[in-house]
């Protein structure tokens, strides 16, 4: 099969034939329609992130199961899924405690190591020297997937498109469901309105937040922002965006402040925004190494929370999310805005690194529908 391969950290993507990967146990395997651009992806690739090389990046992914592996039920061939980035054991203390987003197989074994759960790779050159995969290895022709991470993609939903739901819809769901835990009425800032900005803003709306404010660079971001839901836009390169919300609010600050690129300033910028007992959901990876300052008495005297989200739980979360797309209530086609052929991989990840992707861009693989 083709995959895109990053052979060292930092270092640049290139296309290449690997071994066509076949499922073990409980695994599934999945002929990849499209697999999502995300910064994650990009932190690898600038060696920001520390993983094992040579790899195959790609983390959000939907396509055709195509054979299953011993023990696996409810999933058959033929059948149009999504994957979730985290693939959880199950077996672990957090997965039996339902918190998949924290599986300690997943973090161990492959984002570690860049193996599924075995500790061995599904993926290897002609030669047999292994080739590790981040999560499932999406970035190529076929994947394989624990089937925990494995769900059936409603039929009205275009299967390239589904693909963002493996983790910028997730991410965004399980920010403002699992640890925000928005309530009606209250008022959200979104800081950085990329693909999974731009889902907290749709499902902030939809889930009853009469205030959201969308911050980021550029007219283009924040046009996306406004079609998607945003009440207020407010650009980080010419406004005081903490003045600004402050006018918004009455004075008040909002409730819930999202930070979802992961650097220093804007960590900060989403504290500044809080009103008293607000709630900064912090949900963009950073370098490795990156720490933000806090005003400790401003945090103690108005009885601020900062909370760290990573992803959601796949096998509660994910269903509910696609119920909710199945609605209309999460449109993923307003988040895609760019289309890459899976040779044209590196340059979608330069393109992102330069900051012209709005909203998500997806590796289009096999052309589906």
Not at 240 to 245: F, P, T
Not at 272 to 300: C, F, K, N, Q
């Amino acid at each position: 099969m083709r995959a895109v391969v990053l052979d060292a950290a930092p270092g640049t993507l290139r296309l290449e034939e690997l071994a066509t990967p076949r499922p073990g146990p409980g695994e599934v395997l999945v002929e990849v329609a499209a697999c999502g651009v995300c910064h994650t992806d990009l932190h690898v690739v600038k060696g920001e992130v520390a993983f094992p090389t040579p790899c195959v990046l790609g983390h959000e992914v939907s396509g055709v199961v195509r054979q299953i592996g011993a023990g696996v039920t409810g999933l058959a061939p033929g059948e149009r899924v999504v994957s979730s980035f985290i693939m959880p054991c199950g077996t672990c203390r957090h997965c039996v405690r339902g918190h998949d987003d924290i599986c300690e197989t997943f973090f161990a074994q492959n984002r570690l190591n860049g193996t599924l759960y075995d500790g061995r790779t599904r993926l290897a050159r002609r030669d047999g020297s292994p080739v590790w995969m981040y999560s499932m290895a999406g970035l190529a022709e076929y994947c394989v997937v624990p089937a925990t991470a494995v769900f059936r993609v409603p039929e009205t939903m275009s299967i390239v498109d589904a693909a963002i739901f493996g983790c910028s819809a997730f991410t965004a769901y399980g920010a403002l469901h699992n640890v925000a835990r928005l309530r009606l009425g209250e008022t959200v800032a979104v800081v950085a309105v990329g693909g999974v900005g731009s889902t907290i803003v749709q499902l902030a709306r939809a889930m009853g937040a009469p205030v959201v404010i969308a911050v980021d660079r550029g007219e283009d971001k924040l046009k996306a922002a406004a079609a998607l839901g945003a009440t207020q836009v407010l650009d980080a390169r010419t406004e005081d965006v903490a003045a600004r919300v402050a006018d918004i609010t009455g004075g008040l600050g909002v409730d819930i402040a999202f930070e979802v690129l992961g650097r220093a300033e804007t960590f900060e910028l989403a504290l500044s925004l809080l009103g008293d007992g607000g709630r900064a959901v912090i949900v963009g990876i950073a370098p490795a190494g990156v720490t933000g300052r806090v005003d400790i008495t401003r945090l103690v005297r108005r009885k601020l929370r900062i909370l760290g989200s990573y992803g959601a739980r796949a096998r509660t979360d994910m269903p509910a999310l696609l119920r909710l797309a199945a609605q209309g209530v999460v449109r993923p086609a307003d988040v895609i805005t760019r289309r890459y052929a899976l040779e044209d991989a590196p340059e979608a990840y330069a393109a992102l690194d330069r900051g012209e992707i709005v909203g998500r861009a997806v590796v289009d693989v096999r052309h589906m529908t």
